[in-house]
């Protein structure tokens, strides 16, 4: 399956709003950052949802989620991502949290992600305390660029 770059950033903020829940796979009741994830590749037919592991604690050292994203999705720079781009951060120290990047403003790209802090999917520019944390960079497969 093909999909764009701007598809996948308008399916993304589709989600703003969504309540935060831990394993979240609705978006009536909330989803984590995986699950924005789950939820596209379904109705994408990116990948299975099978293929991701959706039982997960909030240990990141149990949780492999730097292999399953490897194995999924296609690894590339992490200084050379673009929008409609999966981006994985350390918090604060192991691969634990995704975000995909947007266009947020002329100036600056940005991020929609399910925030916990804020209990809810949030956009937000992706400033350099967000760019010190990223681990890798991946990209959609089937993108058209």
């Not at 916990?116 to 949030?122: I, L, P």
């Amino acid at each position: 399956m093909n999909i764009t770059r701007d598809q996948i950033i308008k399916e993304a903020r589709t989600f703003k709003g969504v309540p935060f829940k831990h394993q979240g796979r609705s978006r009536k009741y909330g989803v984590d950052c995986v699950g924005i994830l789950v939820i596209m590749g379904k109705k994408y037919g990116i990948y299975e949802e099978s293929s991701i592991n959706t039982r997960y604690p909030q240990n990141p050292e149990v949780f492999k989620i730097k292999e399953t994203l490897d194995e999924i999705l296609i690894p590339i720079d992490k200084d050379k991502f673009r929008e409609g781009d999966i981006l994985l951060f350390k918090i604060p120290f192991h691969p634990q949290h995704v975000g995909i990047v947007t266009n947020y403003s002329k100036q600056s790209y940005g991020m929609v992600q399910a925030y916990q802090t804020v209990g809810k999917v949030v956009e937000h520019r992706l400033d350099q305390r967000w760019c010190d944390r990223i681990v890798q960079a991946y990209q959609i497969p089937g993108v058209k660029e």
